[in-house]
């Protein structure tokens, strides 16, 4: 059995396509920083491109969760910045190859005027519950 649990749509809330309202567990909490499109030395991946900065911040924020023990099984919580709202089917793209539609965690997504430099379009965080 699980340690967490998935509510996509208590009752009186309207069902949510992209992410699950409420998202409960018991275990050991795992708090990811935003995470960028940089590769491991530091060099920007896809300049200009969402889809490919998208598809580097979800692998970023997988690795930073294997360190702590955790997987994508185990986020109860992403929250999503980016510059442009249009840049959210490239988020939910590259999120998809992590997460499938069974295990949405529960989710936030604010548009910013810009992030820590110009050239990247969006920054992940999330939450996690890893079993104790």
């Keep these: 059995m699980t340690h967490l649990t998935r509510l996509p749509?208590?009752?009186g809330v309207a069902p949510a396509a992209q992410y699950s309202h409420v998202v409960t567990g018991t275990g050991r909490l795992v708090a990811v920083s935003g995470r960028l499109?940089?590769?491991e030395d530091?060099?920007?991946?896809?300049e200009g491109d969402p889809e490919a900065?998208?598809?580097?911040?979800?692998?970023?924020?997988?690795?930073c969760l294997a360190a702590a023990g955790a997987t994508f099984d185990d986020v109860v919580k992403l929250t999503y910045f980016v510059t442009d709202m249009a840049h959210m089917p490239a988020v939910r793209a590259a999120?998809?190859?992590h997460i499938p539609d069974d295990r949405l965690p529960a989710a936030s997504a604010v548009r910013?005027?810009?992030?820590?430099?110009p050239e990247f379009l969006l920054e992940v965080e999330a939450?996690?519950?890893v079993a104790a």
Excluded: H, I, K, T
């Design 9 to 11: 749509a208590p009752d």
């Design 37 to 39: 499109a940089p590769d």
């Design 42 to 46: 530091g060099a920007l991946v896809g």
């Design 53 to 63: 900065q998208a598809r580097q911040v979800f692998e970023n924020l997988g690795r």
């Design 95 to 97: 999120r998809a190859g």
């Design 112 to 117: 910013v005027a810009g992030l820590v430099r």
């Design 127 to 129: 939450l996690a519950v």
